[in-house]
């Protein structure tokens, strides 16, 4: 795959993001529930090399109970639409912080309109320490435009043709 590829690639995937966001509601029901969910990582980057997308969002710990009872929420939106929530897992990392730090988690698949497999993590972080994640997302969105993007999406992409993928 060459650089116009990788780059066609990266837009092509973004594009399919942001109409299953927006088609299947999953993005203004998060946006009614917990308010500011905002698209990060790759999806976010512009940067993506599969059907993945990072959402994060501020929640606090004592509406971990309102945040368990989001995907069936996330599952009656897409059904709406049909589509059909496939896989979910639950964490309440303010129990046992996850090294990414304490927060609320939802890892969802389901499939698009096109049929195409779909990974979403959704955290929900504490408000404070969300609003740093959005500073530290800011830099890094101006750094990466200084960057050689197509060097990051070879290497992305070399990566995941790796036996011991674990994701990037």
Not at 70 to 75: F, H, K, P, S
Not at 124 to 137: E, H, K, M, T
Not at 142 to 157: F, T
């Amino acid at each position: 795959m060459d650089a116009e590829q990788r780059a066609h690639l990266a837009e092509e995937l973004r594009e399919e993001a942001r109409l299953l966001l927006v088609g299947s509601g999953i993005i203004e029901l998060l946006n009614a529930r917990f308010g500011q969910a905002m698209v990060t990582g790759s999806a976010g980057y512009d940067l993506m090399t599969w059907r993945d997308i990072d959402i994060h969002m501020p929640c606090d710990a004592d509406r971990w109970q309102e945040w368990a009872g989001l995907a069936g929420e996330i599952a009656g939106a897409l059904a709406d639409r049909g589509l059909t929530l496939h896989m979910a897992t639950f964490r309440n990392d303010y129990l046992e912080p996850h090294p990414l730090g304490a927060g609320l988690y939802w890892g969802i698949e389901l499939r698009d309109f096109a049929d195409n497999p779909w990974k979403c993590n959704i955290w929900g972080w504490d408000p404070f320490d969300f609003a740093v994640r959005q500073a530290r997302d800011a830099n890094l969105r101006a750094d990466l435009d200084r960057c050689d993007r197509d060097l990051i999406l070879r290497l992305k992409h070399e990566a995941r043709s790796r036996p011991d993928y674990y994701g990037v």
